[in-house]
């Protein structure tokens, strides 16, 4: 769904072979995911539950340990749930809830336009990003995760998370594949930190 | 913090980029994936791209012209034009834009508004609305691209619109369309009053000095130019310049920067004097391999 061929094209100026799918023999065999997603929490959680690719995922990422990016709404679902139109169950891989942006914030909700990112941890994806460089946000909910998962926040009036990572999973609240040089840079972060085998990427659904 | 945007607009008719005046009369640009790619280059912050062809001189949707421009686009990307369903909002998405602009849909079947929003999420719906004064004071919205006045005004169809689920407000003044004479700051006000998403305001920009009058309304997180982006280069990367001098904070990231340059009146880059000239000397900027 959404901006998959947004990544695809960013990925392909990069070097990366990506391929859209959703079928579960093909993402079985990816070398790396990428879950990106410009939508709803519910509908996107229904999707992945209909084309029944939540067990190809499970079992890839939590068990293979294969590398997988959530992007957005893709960040949002590897949480445990979100209030978005109701409270709708995700993923649950990194244990937070997905609320909408506080009301304490001092921006007009949804949460559009460029923002710095502020690098609280190291991580693989910011090598050569500067501190507080500009991506692009667009969304109105936010995942509030616990500390130790937590690389990046973002200044909204209140600072909220803007990226995580645990283990092998990461997520980014902001759209790499719109955010220019500083989106590529962090793209290409992604794919050098990929072990040797995964040449070849896949996002998924 | 949230910087303010310089928003590209660049209006298609059939097939080719165009420039408006007055909703009326049009002069061709060239084509779109070119105007994207240099609009990339040059700074901007988002491109919103509408198809204003004639219904009927429509050959294939603006999904079409997204997924030919999509590849140059590195920045977000907001498509609309003749867009009544939400099949063609899913289209339009699935082709590489992140958004999507209604316009006659927000008066005629808010319902799509909500169904958008409930499928891609509120942020992914911006509601377009087009405005011109009314003989008897304040203003009077307009769809079909500018050619029918509705009941609701401006406001009202904002509130309208923000109420269905709408993730941002492009409101747009008819009569400034060409007019480069800055944007109608009266109807930014009430829009700004009327809503609280975020307002992107389009119509009148003829020079930087230009964007810096409508970014101190509250809830204007987008400044929105079509004609005065071409012919020209740098542009947006020169309107942020102007903007930065005038306290307003930006994005600057674009290769070339002009934020230690001196503006005339007119909000143009003034010439340097012949002893700053003197002492400047070449620097090779070597492009960065990412």
């Known amino acids: ?205 | 913090m949230l910087k303010q945007r310089i928003v590209g607009v660049l209006l298609v008719r059939e097939g080719i980029v165009v420039q408006s005046l007055g909703f009326e009369r049009y002069l061709p640009v060239g084509k779109p994936a070119i105007a994207v790619e240099h609009l990339n280059r040059w700074g901007i912050d988002e491109i919103v791209i509408l198809d204003i062809s004639d219904d009927g001189a429509r050959n294939f949707g603006i999904e079409k012209i997204v997924a030919d421009v999509a590849p140059y686009c590195m920045v977000p990307l907001a498509a609309g034009g003749g867009i009544r369903t939400i099949d063609q909002i899913r289209d339009v998405i699935k082709s590489g834009a992140d958004r999507v602009v209604l316009n006659t849909a927000v008066a005629d079947n808010p319902k799509l508004i909500t169904q958008g929003a409930d499928r891609f999420g509120a942020q992914a719906i911006i509601a377009a609305i087009d405005a011109k004064p009314r003989a008897g004071g304040g203003y009077a919205a307009f769809v079909d691209g500018g050619r029918r006045a509705i009941k609701l005004t401006p406001a009202e169809l904002a509130k309208d619109a923000e109420k269905h689920g709408a993730g941002e407000i492009l409101i747009q003044a008819i009569h400034r369309d060409g007019a480069k004479s800055g944007y109608d700051l009266d109807l930014v006000a009430e829009i700004s009053k009327a809503v609280s998403v975020p307002i992107v305001v389009l119509g009148g920009v003829g020079a930087p000095v230009h964007f810096a009058a409508a970014a101190r309304f509250p809830g204007v997180y987008g400044l929105a130019a079509g004609n005065y982006l071409h012919y020209t280069e740098h542009t947006a990367t020169v309107a942020k310049a102007a903007l930065q001098a005038n306290g307003v904070v930006m994005r600057h990231d674009a290769y070339a920067d002009y934020r230690d340059f001196a503006f005339s009146d007119d909000g143009r880059l003034a010439k340097r004097n012949d002893a700053e000239l003197e002492d400047m000397f070449f620097v090779h900027y070597v492009d960065e391999v990412i």
């Open chain 1, 1 to 205: 769904m959404g901006n998959l061929s947004s990544v695809a094209s960013a990925l392909a100026t990069l070097g990366a072979r990506a391929e859209s799918s959703a079928d579960p023999v093909r993402l079985a065999r990816a070398g790396a995911l990428i879950l990106p997603g410009v939508g709803a929490f519910a509908e996107a959680m229904e999707r992945l539950n209909s084309l029944r690719l939540v067990d190809v995922l499970e079992r890839r990422v939590r068990q293979d340990k294969v590398p997988l990016l959530g992007i957005c709404l893709g960040m949002q679902l590897l949480g445990r749930d979100s209030t978005e139109g109701g409270l709708h169950q995700g993923l649950g891989w990194i244990d937070a809830p997905v609320v909408r942006i506080p009301a304490d914030a001092k921006i007009r909700v949804p949460h559009i336009g460029w923002n710095e990112v502020s690098w609280t941890a190291p991580s693989a994806l910011n090598q050569q990003l500067e501190q507080n460089g500009h991506f692009y946000f667009n969304h109105s909910y936010c995942m509030q995760a616990p500390a130790d998962v937590v690389t990046a926040t973002t200044d909204v009036g209140v600072p909220i998370v803007s990226a995580v990572q645990k283990d092998n999973i990461w997520g980014v609240q902001f759209h790499p594949e719109k955010s220019q040089n500083n989106g590529r840079r962090l793209l290409r972060n992604f794919l050098n930190a990929l072990p040797d085998a995964a040449d070849e990427m896949r996002p998924a659904c």
